[in-house]
């Protein structure tokens, strides 16, 4: 179970959010909307343990994630507001490395499966990264939620410069790990396609 | 759950920094060259005498290296910080400094070893013979790794900032001067024919220290960049 | 990272420093001035003639003073600076901001008096002796962390990061004497010291005393009075005190 009690986050001089309390259950969404500068992407950084919070507290099982340290760090995967993925490299150089860093496998087969879970061809995984659309680079990044094997993700704007398709893939995927027993966090301005019974929202105000 | 070991970690960052590196042969090629540049216009400032060249030697070279560990510096965490793996580093569920040694050594490979390799030939273009030569290459060895060190605080301190490469000159030159210090008196000693080890084995001291503690500070300073 | 314990620091909060340093100010202003009348009076006009340097060597009774303020405000601010990084307290970070600009001024002073010194003395305004080259690094220092501090817009990270740097300072500060004293034994030219007057009458020790004790009250008085500036300056940000009424900082402006 991972929760915030009385979270407050500031940006700068700015007081963006305060007094959050949320529950994610084991097999549920938290969805994170609001307008732009509502301070999404900050709460998620907060949610990782990047930002500290003002005041209140993270737990992920009960305990502080600050007290936590790295091993709450091996609980998630954060796919972020950036790509997190080097223009220089292949994809496949790209999550080949990122997998391994995470601990998670990373040989060549399931590196490929991924990739082309998110609908990116093979004529695409050995190309430098730099040469590929905004949509094709998402994708690479969120292929890391094909390998990844932690119970919390904690995904920002995942859907931004995806097309239909790769949205119903990604959508598939978040499924797939809440009937698992995952968590999710989302920032997001789109609904999602999940059942309403696994989803709540938490909407943040300027 | 997953969770890499430390050495599967620190491996991880050397050979994506290594890689990188080959995709930029460039930029190696570019720090090599202005060293090789820079050393060569003392000896037309000053005048081709071999006596006053002998004598300046390993200032010039020590002072070549630390400015070329400096241009570099920009390098260390600035793509990562801008394309966000620098973000997804400081979640990687090991110790941050131990990841930031691997950062470090990478860019010691990348920026101080070819300085290193290449320093017995400035040596001879300055007049140094023998065994000076050789204590200028072993100075630059242990002094180097160092200098690479307590510059990853200034990195990552100016990180994101405007004006950043001066910037961090101005924090870094001021603790880089007893690395110079002993890294540029080994060469006098050896030159004067007194022995270099106190200097060499301070410089030793120099990197050990330094091994030890700007990994944490370097740590400390990327989490308050990242914030 | 730090945090992990309560704020309660932050609630002692700059609203309520703000009026106590004002009362504070004028009793160490007052102190530091008759301290450093005093000690001046005495350095000048009872310390007796230097038998070797005459009268010029009495200039030391403002540069030893002020090298030593500008060692020990490094230390100060490095502290604060540790505590601020430790307990996450927004005024230790402010003490911290305060102090610089005071302690890089004596390191300038001892600077340009040993210098005005060392002109009669060694014929040079300039002698790459180990203590003044130390001074001088130490001023680069200082200098680093005001401009760290002052390039950085975000007011957290600007606090932080000049913490850092001024930590990493303080361990260094040493090794760079140490290493600057290795090098001056090294090269035998300059290896006359500034501080190598024989013997030192009882009366020049009690005049470089009361002036160090002098120019500390100054720091503080000096300190204190920016803190304020400082205050004033935050309290335009709207993250605290939005709501809090500070009818001195209104009439300090």
Redesign the interface.
């Known amino acids: 179970m991972f929760q915030t009690v009385a979270l407050s986050g500031s940006r700068g001089e700015r007081q963006l959010f305060s007094d959050v309390s949320v529950t994610v259950k084991p097999g549920t969404l938290l969805a994170v909307v609001g307008e732009n500068g509502s301070g999404k992407t900050s709460f998620l950084r907060m949610l990782c343990g990047l930002l500290s919070p003002d005041g209140g507290a993270i737990l992920w099982q009960g305990k502080d994630i600050r007290q936590l340290k790295e091993l709450y760090s091996a609980q998630l995967t954060y796919v972020g507001h950036l790509n997190g993925i080097k223009d220089e490299l292949t994809p496949v150089e790209n999550l080949t490395v990122s997998a391994s860093l995470a601990g998670d496998e990373s040989s060549g087969a399931i590196v490929q499966k991924a990739l082309e879970a998110v609908g990116l061809v093979r004529p695409v995984h050995r190309l430098p990264t730099r040469v590929l659309s905004q949509g094709q680079k998402r994708r690479v990044s969120l292929a890391r939620l094909w390998l990844s094997t932690r119970p919390l993700w904690l995904l920002d704007e995942p859907f931004a410069s995806l097309d239909a398709a790769a949205t119903s893939y990604l959508t598939q995927r978040l499924h797939a790990h809440l009937n698992n027993g995952g968590m999710v966090v989302v920032a997001t301005h789109q609904e999602i396609a999940i059942p309403t019974d696994s989803i709540q929202h938490l909407r943040l105000t300027r | 759950?997953?969770?890499?070991?430390m050495s599967?970690?620190l491996r991880?960052?050397i050979?994506?920094d290594l890689?990188?590196a080959m995709?930029?042969r460039s930029d190696v090629a570019m720090s090599v060259f202005f060293v090789v540049i820079v050393a060569s216009l003392f000896p037309l400032g000053v005048g081709p005498e071999s006596a006053v060249l002998r004598v300046i030697a390993s200032g010039v070279l020590w002072v070549t290296a630390l400015l070329a560990c400096l241009l570099s510096l920009g390098r260390l965490f600035t793509?990562d910080y801008?394309?966000?793996?620098l973000?997804?580093?400081?979640?990687?569920?090991?110790?941050l400094a131990v990841l930031v040694v691997g950062k470090v050594f990478s860019h010691w490979v990348i920026s101080g070893l070819p300085v290193v390799l290449l320093s017995p030939l400035l040596g001879l273009q300055f007049g140094l013979s023998g065994d000076s030569l050789w204590v200028l290459t072993l100075s630059l060895l242990l002094g180097t790794p160092t200098l690479s060190m307590i510059g990853a605080?200034g990195a990552a301190?100016?990180l994101g900032?405007?004006?950043?490469g001066l910037?961090v000159a101005?924090?870094v030159?001021?603790?880089f001067?007893?690395v110079l210090?002993?890294g540029a008196?080994a060469v006098?000693?050896s030159l004067a024919g007194i022995g270099s080890e106190a200097n060499l084995s301070?410089l030793g001291a120099?990197f050990l220290?330094s091994f030890a503690?700007a990994p944490w500070?370097t740590a400390?300073?990327l989490?308050?960049?990242?914030? | 990272m730090s945090g992990t314990g309560i704020n309660w620091f932050k609630y002692s909060s700059p609203q309520a420093l703000y009026p106590l340093a004002g009362r504070m100010i004028p009793w160490f202003a007052a102190l530091a001035l008759g301290l450093i009348g005093v000690g001046l009076y005495v350095g000048f006009f009872v310390a007796p003639t230097d038998v070797t340097q005459g009268d010029a060597y009495r200039i030391i009774f403002v540069h030893v003073p002020a090298a030593w303020m500008s060692m020990f405000l490094y230390v100060i601010m490095a502290i604060w600076a540790g505590l601020g990084l430790g307990l996450n307290a927004r005024p230790s970070f402010m003490m911290a901001q305060a102090i610089a600009p005071t302690g890089a001024m004596f390191t300038f002073l001892a600077l340009f008096t040993g210098s005005m010194w060392g002109k009669p003395t060694w014929g040079a305004w300039w002698v790459w002796d180990a203590r003044l080259t130390s001074e001088l690094i130490l001023l680069f220092q200082y200098i680093g962390i005001i401009l760290l501090r002052s390039s950085i817009d975000d007011l957290r990270r600007a606090d932080r990061a000049s913490a850092v740097l001024a930590l990493v300072g303080v361990i260094n500060v040493p090794i760079i004497y140490f290493s600057v004293r290795w090098w001056n034994t090294l090269h035998q030219g300059a290896s006359v010291s500034i501080t190598a007057a024989p013997t030192m009458a009882g009366t020049m020790v009690t005049a470089m005393l009361v002036m160090m004790f002098g120019f500390w009250m100054y720091s503080i008085a000096v300190t204190l009075a920016r803190m304020r500036c400082v205050i004033v300056e935050r309290e335009r940000h709207p993250s605290w005190g939005k709501q809090a009424s500070m009818p001195d900082a209104v009439e300090a402006r």
Do not use: K, W, Y
């Not at chain 2, 759950?1 to 070991?5: D, N, R």
């Not at chain 2, 989490?223 to 914030?227: P, T, W």
């Open positions: 759950m997953s969770q890499p070991s599967e970690a991880g960052v050979r994506r890689l990188l995709r930029h793509a801008l394309d966000g793996v973000e997804q580093t400081l979640l990687i569920p090991q110790p605080i301190l100016t900032l405007r004006g950043s910037l101005l924090l030159l001021p603790l001067i007893p210090i002993f008196g006098t000693n301070l120099c220290f503690f500070a400390v300073a989490r308050i960049a990242l914030e």
